[in-house]
Each structure stands twice: as structure tokens, then as C-alpha cells.
């Protein structure tokens, strides 16, 4: 039986959890309240999937899925990390994660800087350019929608590549974490680029409900992206 661990029970975490049931995989997931605090979501996801508090997560599968605020990374027991790859879908958000001067600098990518607060771990990007509802709207067997992948180790970002395909999507490979710019917010491949209406996303996203994105339109946005000015972000 494949296995995975998902720290964070949020948005993103949640929604990985569900496609990773549907994928017969057993799932643990864990949060910052404990385990207790996941009945509910453990009762939906059915009998393949259980709480568990970090540790344990980060050692239930192979690849360690870290769907949790950027503020989180330096909170995490980083030996029970240590020597694993780790899938991350985290963004910069400077109203929830508080400005940091790196990234506001360009300096490094968001995904550079979580490699820098988890430097004996092996960090690969996914799944952080999509809103977490339309995750489940677009995995799809049949009309595959491709998500980025990026990554410094090639057999590891093949490795998450796998395990993203098992959960319903094609992959692109978006470089290194020094090229991930491509796909952080404001950039042109970040989660717009699934939305079924672009100006309807923009007045209300929750409301759209996504549109595949084959391999070779995601290609083409990949190459037409743009570095965004992190320093002037709002949000
Ligand atoms: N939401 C989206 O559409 C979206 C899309 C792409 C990427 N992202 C990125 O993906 C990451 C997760 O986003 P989200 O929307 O899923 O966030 P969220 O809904 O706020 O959930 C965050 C989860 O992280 C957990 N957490 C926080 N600190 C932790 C710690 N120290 N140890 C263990 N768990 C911890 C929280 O636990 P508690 O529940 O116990 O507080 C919560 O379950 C963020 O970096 C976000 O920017 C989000």
C-alpha cells in the first residue's frame, strides 16, 4: 500500500489528502493543534487515513508533503526531516508570514528560502500555484491538467513528479528552486492560469470553477513568466 504524510490540514493539505485517498493511498496527516483536533476530516476521508502529530507524518511515507504557512517552517522538528525529500506547496504571503528581506529583495525564491530553514532535507516544489478548490475540480483522469515541479535534485523532483501524477495531474518541469520565480504569485504561471474565467477569478475565485491546463500550454506560460516585484506585494 503507497503511504504519505501531510503536515497541515488547511486548504491545500486537506485537499491533497482527499486526492490521495481516491489514489489508495493510506494517508497520515498532522497539524499544529494535534491530532485530536482532526476527527472531523479523518472521519471523512474513511478508514485509509489517520491523525498523527509531525514526526510522525514526516515518517509515514516516503516523500513528506508540507502544506503549512511559510512562519510554520521554523517551528518544525527538523531532525524528524532530515535527510528526506519533501514535497512543499508554500508561497510568501508577507500579511500572514511577515516581510522577509530575501524575498522582498529577490535575492533568493520563496522556495530557496524554505531550503535554507530545512537545509538537510531535500525541498521540491508543487502544488503552491493552485487555489486549493480547484485541485480537486482538475485532477482528472482523462482532461489531465499539468502542474510545475521545481527542484534542485532531478531524482527527486521525478520522484514528486510520480507521486503528482498518481494524484491526477501531469507534470512540468519548472527547473531549479532558484528558477521557481516562474510559478510564485504575481508571476505569470501562478493560479489564475486554472481559472475557467480569468475576470471572474479576479472579482470572485471561489466561485470559479477551474479549466484544464494541458502540458504544452503550461510550457508556453512557464517561458512567457515574469520575475514579480515581491516588495510590492499587499497581500
Ligand atoms: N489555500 C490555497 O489555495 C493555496 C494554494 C497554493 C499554495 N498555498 C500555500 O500552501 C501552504 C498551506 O496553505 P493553506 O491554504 O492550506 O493554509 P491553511 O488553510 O491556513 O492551513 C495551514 C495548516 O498548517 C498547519 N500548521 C501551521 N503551523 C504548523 C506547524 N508548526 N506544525 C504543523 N502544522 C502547522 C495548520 O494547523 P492548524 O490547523 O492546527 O492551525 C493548518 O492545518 C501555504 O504556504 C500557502 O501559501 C495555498
Redesign the pocket.
Known sequence: MKRIGI???????AAIARLAIAADYEVMI????GPE?LTDLIDELGSRAQAGD?RAAAAFGDIPVL??????YT??PKDAFAGRTILS???Y?PYRDGRILQLDTLEITTAEYEQELLPNTVIVKA???????HIPLLADSLRRTALLVAGDDSEAKARVSSIVNTLGFDTVDAGTLADSWRFEPESGAY?EIYAASADGFRSDYLADRGAPVPVDRLRELLAVSHRPDVAARQY
Open positions: 503536515i497541515g490540514s488547511g486548504a491545500i493539505g498532522a497539524n499544529s493543534r483536533s509531525v502544506a503549512v504557512p511559510l512562519t510554520a517551528n518544525l506547496t508554500g508561497n504571503y502544488f503552491n500555484n493552485i487555489v486549493a478548490h493560479t
